[in-house]
């Protein structure tokens, strides 16, 4: 499937407040052919140079907005899994609790780390877009925008998902601690086939499956796999949203 394919059904399958948050990948197209039109005509057009300026103006807006929705996007998942946690504990601590807060707590633990991947997914996508797009670019024009541009974008808080990924593994660690406090003394269980319910009915499973077929589509290995490629899911089993994919057997509810 092409990338503008791919890019416009994320798109589609986002949640709603992350649908414009995206590349604005086909803005782009429109400036790469306006720039190679003029190339391939030999002339060095005022149209061409406002292109070209366009272009690159563009591409600096988008990491830029990129870089604030991510950080917005991790800085609300760090106070959100601090509540989620310090609740959790002191629901477990509770000798009176209810079943029905118990209950509670694993569904919103098991929505947080559904929708800890979304940022993941969120970086994947817009790198592997403006890769892309440098590249068409380079092609048609005879510049060499890509090497330099991609080096910068390297250094991009958007592009850093370490402190993510960690979060995420901490997600995991709280969701077994909620999961283990409590097996004994409440009747309900925490199985797999149990947890994919609660998440679809607060609208978060679907997406989150969404993602993740789409970041091993991403980062699978093709033809066109090249330096500028993200590394392939299956060389890194480490990564919390491989093995999340794992455990929800996503090729059982969508093909791949």
Not at 219 to 226: A, K, L
Request: net charge positive; glycine share 4%; aromatic share 8%.
């Amino acid at each position: 499937m092409k990338f503008g394919k791919r890019l416009k059904k994320q798109v589609e399958e986002s949640l709603p407040g992350w649908r414009d948050k995206f590349l604005a990948y086909k803005r782009l197209k429109v400036l790469v052919r306006l720039v190679s039109a003029d190339h391939r005509s030999g002339s060095s057009s005022p149209h061409r140079a406002a292109a070209e300026a366009a272009f690159v103006r563009l591409l600096n807006d988008e990491v830029d907005r990129f870089n604030a929705f991510f950080l917005e996007q991790e800085e609300e998942f760090i106070i959100r899994h601090r509540e989620v946690r310090e609740t959790a504990k002191a629901v477990a601590d509770d000798e009176q609790r209810q079943p029905s807060e118990m209950r509670k707590v694993r569904r919103e633990i098991v929505d947080l780390h559904g929708e800890m991947v979304l940022p993941l997914n969120y970086s994947a996508v817009n790198y592997t877009g403006l890769a892309k797009i440098l590249k068409k670019y380079d092609k048609r024009t005879g510049r060499l925008l890509r090497l330099p541009f991609i080096g910068e974008v390297l250094k991009q808080p958007f592009f850093t998902t370490e402190l993510m990924s960690r979060l995420v593994r901490d997600c995991e660690a709280t969701m077994e601690a909620v999961f283990a406090s409590s097996a004994s003394r409440d009747p309900w269980t925490s199985t797999n086939a149990e947890m994919a319910p609660i998440a679809t009915e607060q609208g978060i499973f679907r997406n989150t499956v969404a993602v993740l077929v789409a970041m091993k589509e991403l980062r699978s290995g093709s033809s066109t796999y090249g330096h500028f490629s993200l590394p392939p899911l299956a060389s890194e089993p480490a990564l919390p949203e491989q093995s999340l994919l794992l455990s929800i057997q996503v090729a059982e509810i969508f093909p791949i």
